[in-house]
């Protein structure tokens, strides 16, 4: 170069020719710049397609000028050279990785039924499995039918390092690893449970090998499992998706040849996996360890035994060089240093000739079908992926070019079983991609399916994959998600952050949010090709199959397979969880955002959920004997009894219709048509507004946002509040809305569909192809058997969640505490610790459902479910034979889904809104139908009274119901109902809560609006308009309440007879539950005696001899002497479920029930004719009631109900006991003269005999049952005798005699003896007077 460098710069430019060059040199640094243009000289000397063919072909730049050049004249190409050039190539390869391993194969390895190690073929063995295994695909993928099988391979090691893979298809009880062929394989033992075996089990976290020891990491479904022998060392490793889970054993004996090591296989039943010993590419090899099956050698054309998929790879990089030259994908991908070198792409011609060149020798490798499997998966799909490019923007273009060039000439009969192995290839990969926060958003199954529905828009690959054996397997891996395991989640969600947490860094609450952002993004990334990929099902038609029908039969397919997912004992062969729930996203996305999502305006303009005005519904599908549907239990039973009883015409079986708002009151009618307020599922910004979501908030109706203009997602996300409602940190993940959200225009199902062929319809034409009641028949139904399972595992780790930010709160509050020592400091921080470790487990399990769950479209969709199912089962209620049709499931499915809806965090929608805007009808079928006898599995109304129960706890929902029409006319007296043996608890518990604010310690001033004086006023308007109805509700409100506090008693003596020992937690369980039980009734009681005392004190005086009873055991149980001293016993009994064990809770109901009934009048203001004070002295005549009374009148309840307005009544209860002293004074006097007339009729001679109740005659006698009062009634037709009293009270429950057990028919007063002969004296009313 010159001095000044000018001249040197302009020769090198002349040199290159390229003017462009000039302006990179002139900016920037002239050294180096210029320098590197020097090093591209002198590749510039050749032509330009000798330089773009030796990049195809991997030339190095020295060797270069020594080979011969491809291009003979200006263009046209020599392919002879290049073919001369491949197989060199190929050659050296083929030498170079001709590695010898055969010697480990023939000196290690012993494969059955083969004299070749190498060309040997590894399975399962068929013939010796223990119990009963599937098996399918060549005997290498394994399902147990039986509780425990086992089985063996069919090949042994005894020298040597080697491995294999196990793919979970379930991740319930497996062991894998190695066996002898000594080892016992029994119903009960297998793989690890004798010492010449050893096996590896995630679901226990344990190793085997006689007995078992902690080891490894949970699985889930989808992990690969690496199992490794290293005989050499004696040692053997397991690894879980690549990853090292340390040494398991390293004791492991030498065996003799041909009599080593068989991989081995123990499963429990319906647990499934797949095996792979080299047949195929390992998914994580293991470097070191040699597959049991020799990879396969190249044996075509004079070029034999090198390593095939070395060739193929070397192949299929020159393919891939050669297809992408010039790709923008490519180019864009780059850097601006790089573009500079890049290579002309080749004209169409020359394109043609060297990529046949290189297909034809591909070609020869995947037409040998023993070797073909391994090439596809190890060589073709990777290839496939690098081209299209893992993450956007995708290089579709390429990859079509290079099947364009390799496919047509694989001929047919190759052709098609190529195409399968790649979609099984990728639906494998789908399985077992985990999610990776680095590769967000494109991570997990992403890349994989996103290739799938590119091939798919090929119609030739379409119709192959179609009618193959193996469509639906492969559609459901494609629809798998991996889902993490806690050091999954932790690698995920590295930074934790909780409301009120006060933990420093990493707990930060900003980083949480992104972190959150990130995986929402990939989900809903994988989402939208789910979308994609069904949509290519739905559009897909040929000639002899109607437009939607291959999804619809797919929907069917899946149905039936996992028709029996929700048993308690699920059978094997279902469906892995995250295919249902991909599923049912689908399927919701069709309903709710319409079939057209993508927003390319041409779909329907408002989805099926959102619709307003006329709905209707086909009853058919409820009739017909659809086997998918058949085997579930239906509202009035099985379908073929249902069909035996009462088949359906064909009038019943035609649709059901109803206006969408007309089950509304006219002054709260919400809906979707014009004029109507919007529900909450088309208010997701506030009220009034929509959320389009892409951050922002249409102010119109529904009908502007489906109205066919494009609302595509932006890709920059909303800025995040810090202030968002209850510092919530999800509450930014991706909401989508009418758009799939995907930027990358080649990848959209828009420009995908406008694409496709002939064999695919527009989008406009698919609402006609699929009648949407249909789907969402399956929605519910796929909800039911997969969705719901993950919403209850998400409510219990949020339970959980919840209570451990509770404790860790109490446990530095405890620390904080001036008198706490320095022991029970140093507990505290231990236990704090390990509340802290739970809680961060809990938090992201919390958060990973979240993100997967609940994103706002997805909230948007379930109410547009709720509200749809719910005015469809009340709508088909007013019709019996077709409610009784309804599947259970729609029930479940609908409160599920509710309750889904309530408990997510953040709240879709605030409390007061989720049923006033919208679920009106919701509340409509809870009230109306829990005592529906109509309904014949009891477990279905008891899931609605739990409904009920747990609604009427919040304000919010408890308003909601008093403004429901149905819940004012029929839930007063359907709760006096349904008290009975099987929904005492769930009833008791809404009338807690109704009741609420009235009793003694617990007035509405305490309680704010938590009160409902509405229902008060309902259930006593009820109890005085129906007596029976109310006397039935009584007997069995004493029962019941006579029952749980004697539990409660024995519970106590129980654990009273522990001594000092540890209580067993389920006996302190039982003592708490049976104490809260009490508690509860005692308020319900407590609140009859208050709104109802005549029922009490008025009539006939069962009612408060009953009641007088029930106080007296309460008080002898909780305050006398040795039963107070078993109470205090039971109080200070470390636990935590005896926290809310306290005389205080029991007692107060007491309080109030005396004060209710010593302080009432009748409404016309006279005397009432029972007293309690009478009533309880009458009871019991001892002194101990007096000093019962009197505890309770010393309790400290100004410190228990501090500042409780009903304190003021404590007072009147010192009255009550000096009126109870005086009745016990006039008692015992009147217990002594009747003892005195006793005593002087029996000195004069009397026949009398005390309990003589065999006796038909002489009047005068005790009752032989009570021994307090006198016979006075007598039974028909046995005439056996009693008194009134006991009679009454034992008909209640029983109409058979106490002596004889025989039918009573009427009960007669007793006047005179019986004459045998007239029958005189037996005249009395009916049995029940």
């Known amino acids: 170069m010159s001095a000044d460098g000018n001249s040197g710069r302009d020769r090198l430019l002349s040199r290159m020719g390229s003017s462009g060059l000039a302006v990179l040199l002139d900016s920037g640094s002239k050294e180096s710049l210029v320098t590197a243009a020097a090093c591209m000289v002198d590749e510039c000397t050749r032509s330009t397609l000798d330089r773009s063919i030796a990049f195809v072909l991997d030339y190095s730049s020295e060797v270069v000028e020594q080979q011969p050049r491809f291009v003979v004249g200006d263009s046209k190409i020599d392919s002879s050279s290049i073919q001369l050039h491949l197989q060199s190539r190929l050659a050296a390869l083929g030498s170079s990785s001709s590695t010898d391993v055969s010697a480990s194969y023939k000196d290690g390895v012993f494969i059955e ?45 005894w020298r040597g390092k080697w491995m294999y893979e196990v793919t979970l298809g379930t991740a319930g009880i497996q062991q894998l ?56 060392q004696g040692q053997i490793f397991f690894y879980r998706n690549g990853t090292s889970l340390g040494m398991a054993y390293d004791c492991v004996r030498r065996m003799e040849v041909k009599q080593g090591y068989y991989p081995a296989i123990s499963l429990s039943h319906g647990e499934r996996c797949e095996l792979n010993f080299g047949g195929r590419p390992f998914r994580y090899p293991i470097a070191g360890f040699l597959p049991l099956q020799a990879p396969p050698l190249d044996t075509s054309g004079t070029n034999k035994h090198g390593s095939v998929i070395v060739k193929a790879k070397y192949l299929f990089g020159c393919l891939q060089k050669l297809v992408q030259l010039g790709s923008p994908e490519v180019a864009a991908a780059m850097a601006p240093a790089e573009r500079l070198r890049r290579f002309t792409p080749l004209p169409d011609e020359q394109f043609r000739v060297v990529g046949t060149e290189i297909c034809k020798i591909l070609c020869e490798l995947l037409q040998q079908s023993s070797k073909a499997e391994y090439v596809v998966w190890g060589a073709l799909v990777p290839f496939l992926m690098t081209t299209y490019r893992p993450g956007a923007p995708h290089d579709g273009h390429s990859v079509d070019r290079a099947l364009d060039l390799l496919m047509p000439m694989l001929g047919q009969a190759y052709f098609g079983t190529i195409v399968l192995q790649i979609i099984e290839c990728l639906a494998y990969g789908c399985r077992t991609s985990p999610l990776v926060l680095a590769d967000s958003p494109f991570s997990a199954s992403y890349s994989h399916l996103a290739l799938a529905c590119h091939l798919l828009q090929r119609d030739d690959f379409m119709v192959i994959w179609w009618k193959s054996d193996d469509f639906e397997s492969c559609l459901e891996g494609l629809l798998t998600r991996k889902g993490p395991n806690k050091y999954d989640l932790e690698s995920l969600i590295p930074t934790v952050w909780w409301p009120g947490s006060r933990e420093e860094h990493p707990f930060s609450e900003s980083n949480m949010r992104q972190i959150v952002i990130a995986l929402s993004r990939a989900i809903s990334r994988i989402e939208d090709l789910h979308f994609d990929l069904c949509n290519r099902l739905v559009a897909f038609d040929t000639k002899s199959n109607a437009t ?13 397979k996992n028709r029996g997912a929700h048993r308690n004992m699920p059978p094997p062969g279902l469906s892995d ?22 927003g390319d305006g041409h779909g329907s303009c408002v989805p099926f959920l959102h619709k307003g005005g006329k709905h209707s519904f086909p009853v058919s599908l409820f009739v017909s004997s659809d086997p998918c549907l058949n085997d579930f239990a239906r509202l009035g039973g099985t379908y073929s009894y249902l069909t035996k009883t009462c088949p359906l015409s064909s009038i019943e079986c035609e649709e059901v219709e109803w206006e969408e708002s007309s089950m509304d ?43 066919g203009s494009s609302n595509k997602v932006s890709e920059t996300t909303c800025p995040l509040s810090p202030t968002d409602a209850e510092r919530s940190y999800d509450g930014d993940m991706e909401s989508k809305a009418s758009s799939s959200g995907r930027v990358e225009p080649a990848t959209s199902t828009a420009s995908l569909l406008q694409k496709a062929k002939k064999v695919f319809m527009s989008v406009k034409e698919l609402s006609s192809a699929v009648r949407e009641e249909e789907l969402l028949d399956k929605m519910v139904l796929l909800y039911h058997l997969g969705v719901t399972q993950n919403f209850k595992q998400a409510s219990y780790h949020m339970q959980h969640q919840i209570q451990l930010m509770a404790q860790l709160d109490e446990t530095d509050r405890q620390i904080r505490s001036d008198k706490t020592s320095v022991d029970q400091t140093k507990r505290l921080k231990e236990a704090r610790a390990i509340f802290k470790e739970d809680l961060i487990d809990y938090v992201r399990q919390c958060t990973w459902y979240r993100v997967c769950l609940l994103s706002k479209w997805k909230q948007r969709g379930m109410y547009a479910t709720c509200m749809w199912v719910a005015q469809l089962l009340v709508t088909i209620s007013k019709k019996d034979a077709c409610f009784s049709y309804v599947p259970e499931f729609y029930i479940e499915t609908l409160v599920d889904c509710f309750h889904a809806l309530r408990r997510s965090d953040p709240l879709y929608v605030p409390p007061s809104s989720l049923l006033q805007h919208g679920l009106s009808s919701f509340v409509t079928f809870l009230v109306t139908h829990f005592h529906d006898s109509r309904i014949v599995n009891a477990e279905i109304r008891d899931f609605l009274l739990q409904s009920i129960s747990v609604l009427v706890q919040f304000k919010e929902y408890l308003v909601a119901i008093e403004a429901c029409k149905a819940a004012e006319d029929t839930m007063a007296g359907a709760l006096l109902s349904a008290f009975d043996n099987r929904f005492w608890i769930p009833v008791s518990n809404i009338l807690l809560r109704l009741c609420k604010g009235s009793g003694f310690g617990t007035s509405k001033s305490s309680h704010g609006d938590s009160c409902s004086p509405f229902f008060q006023r309902l259930l006593r308007e009820k109890c005085l308009k129906d007596e029976k109805l109310f006397a039935s509700f009584l007997n069995r409100l004493f029962n019941t309440l006579n029952w749980t506090v004697s539990e409660f008693s024995v519970s106590i003596k129980e654990m009273h007879d522990h001594d000092h020992r540890q209580v067993p937690e389920f006996q302190q369980r039982k003592c708490a539950i049976m104490f809260e039980l009490s508690c509860n009734l005692e308020r319900i009681l407590e609140f009859f005696t208050k709104e109802l005392p005549q029922v009490f004190l008025v009539g006939p005086e069962m009612n408060i001899i009953r009641l007088c009873e029930l106080v007296l055991f309460v008080l002898n149980h909780t305050t006398s002497n040795t039963a107070g001293e078993l109470f205090d016993s039971t109080i200070k009994q470390q636990g935590q479920s005896l926290e809310k064990v306290n005389r205080a809770t029991i007692l107060a109901p007491v309080v109030g029930i005396v004060l209710n009934l ?12 029972h007293d309690i004070a009478r009533s309880i002295a009458s009871v019991d005549v001892s002194s101990v009631a007096t000093r019962n009374f009197q505890y309770l009148f010393d309790y400290d309840w100004l410190g228990t109900f501090k500042g409780d307005p009903s304190l003021a009544r404590l007072s009147d209860l010192n009255i009550f006991i000096e009126k109870l002293k005086t009745e016990y004074a006039e008692a015992r006097k009147r217990a002594c003269k009747a003892e005195a007339e006793l005593i002087t009729r029996h000195s004069k001679g009397d026949d009398f005999e005390l309990g003589n109740a065999d006796k038909a005659g002489g009047g005068g006698e005790l009752c032989s049952i009570c021994y307090a009062c006198e016979e006075n009634a007598v039974f028909l037709p046995c005439k056996h005798r009693s008194c009134v009293r006991c009679v009454s009270r034992h008909l209640l429950n029983n109409q058979r005699c106490f002596f004889c057990n025989a039918a009573i028919c009427e009960v007669c007063p007793y006047e005179e003896p019986l004459s045998p002969l007239s029958g005189g004296g037996l005249k009395g009313g009916d049995v029940n007077s």
């Open 113 to 157: 039924g083969s004299s070749d190690p190498l060309s040997g073929v590894v399975r399962m063995d068929k013939g010796r499995p223990s119990g009963d295994i599937k098996l399918s695909k060549s005997s290498l993928l394994l399902e147990s039918q039986a509780i425990f099988s086992s089985a063996r391979a069919n090949a042994c090691v």
């Open 577 to 598: 969880n995250s295919v249902l729930v991909s599923v049912y996203t689908v399927l919701l996305r069709y309903l709710s955002e319409g079939l057209d999502s993508t």
């Open 1158 to 1169: 010593s302080a009432a009048t009748d409404p016309a203001g006279h005397r009432m004719e």
């Open 548 to 560: 939607g029908s291959i999804f619809r039969t797919f929907l069917q397919h899946l149905v039936l």
């Open 177 to 232: 690893g190695w066996a002898t062929i000594s080892c016992p394989f029994t119903d009960s033992e297998g793989v690890g449970d004798a010492s010449d075996s050893y096996a590896y089990d995630g679901r226990r976290v344990k190793k085997w090998s006689g007995k078992s020891q902690t080891y490894g990491e949970p699985w889930v479904v989808g992990d690969v499992i690496g199992c490794c022998i290293d005989l050499e």
């Open 665 to 707: 009151k006219q002054e709260t009618r919400y809906g979707h048509d014009a004029g109507l307020k919007k529900p909450c599922c088309c208010m997701d910004g506030g009220a009034g507004s929509i959320d389009s979501g892409n951050g922002k908030v249409l102010s119109k109706g529904l009908e502007t946002r489906f109205s």
